[in-house]
């Protein structure tokens, strides 16, 4: 048994970008107000250029979230996140809107891509979010993460996956999380290892140390149970051959039916 340190990052993405909002009638990108294009056009620039404090001007003072997070949480995880991936890029696209009160609600589709070095390693790191956000005099009120798939490689030729994972599942029940290596292994040795955590602010950017086993079949097949309590989980599996590592997470949502 082999030991390996990683840190995942889909906390740390999805933390400035969640949101929430009452179930209603989305309309199309293309009918938004300009008020809601200017929104996303002014988060994408921020972003992009990587500016914590233009970041946080789009974040009301009350801005509050289900998992935790608040204000100080994102500028500390930006801060960090863009000292690792100086290079990140963000690509974000509206994909429906809605009038709510005063405000809008606002579901975005958020590609992030970039480079990071640890001891003369190359890591790269493709993320895509799905978030909902509330709204309101330009700012953002409250917010929820919809979806998130990070895959983070190193190497020439790092472990080519395919993960099957549901996104929402109801609370005590069980699911699978299955991560297929794609092309066949033959002889070549691979260890891999999955976990399950709960999304914690306080556990943003950690290096959990794993022990990774030799895997005996063509990928990794766990079984999971959901906890009891609506919230949300951070499912992450390594696998590692000669020519480079994969690391993937995926978020599953608690959440009653």
Request: one cysteine or more; charged letters at 20%; hydrophobic letters at 35%.
């Amino acid at each position: 048994m082999r030991k390996y340190s990683y840190w995942f990052l889909g906390c740390a993405l999805g933390v400035v970008l969640w949101g929430w909002a009452r179930a209603g009638q989305a309309l199309p990108p293309e009918s938004a107000p300009e008020a809601v294009k200017t929104f996303v056009r002014q988060l994408d620039e921020a972003m992009n250029q990587r500016n914590p404090d233009s970041v946080l001007n789009l974040y009301s003072n009350n801005f509050s979230h289900g998992d935790g997070y608040n204000r100080e949480v994102i500028a500390k995880s930006l801060a960090r996140l863009w000292q690792r991936f100086p290079n990140l890029t963000y690509r974000t696209e509206l994909t429906n809107w809605q009038p709510q009160g005063q405000g809008f609600v606002v579901e975005l589709q958020t590609r992030i891509q970039g480079t990071e070095t640890q001891k003369g390693r190359q890591f790269n790191l493709a993320s895509i979010l799905k978030t909902r956000q509330t709204l309101s005099q330009g700012q953002i009120q409250r917010q929820e993460i919809l979806s998130e798939q990070t895959q983070l490689t190193s190497g020439k030729e790092p472990p080519q996956v395919t993960v099957n994972a549901p996104e929402v599942v109801a609370p005590g029940q069980r699911f699978d999380f299955d991560v297929i290596v794609q092309e066949p292994l033959q002889d070549e040795q691979v260890l891999g290892t999955a976990m399950t955590m709960a999304v914690n602010p306080e556990q943003l950017l950690e290096n959990p140390r794993l022990s990774l086993e030799v895997l005996s079949s063509g990928g990794l097949f766990k079984t999971g149970q959901a906890p009891n309590t609506p919230g949300s989980q951070w499912l992450s599996a390594v696998l590692v051959r000669q020519g480079g590592i994969t690391v993937v997470t995926r978020r599953l949502r608690v959440a009653t039916p």
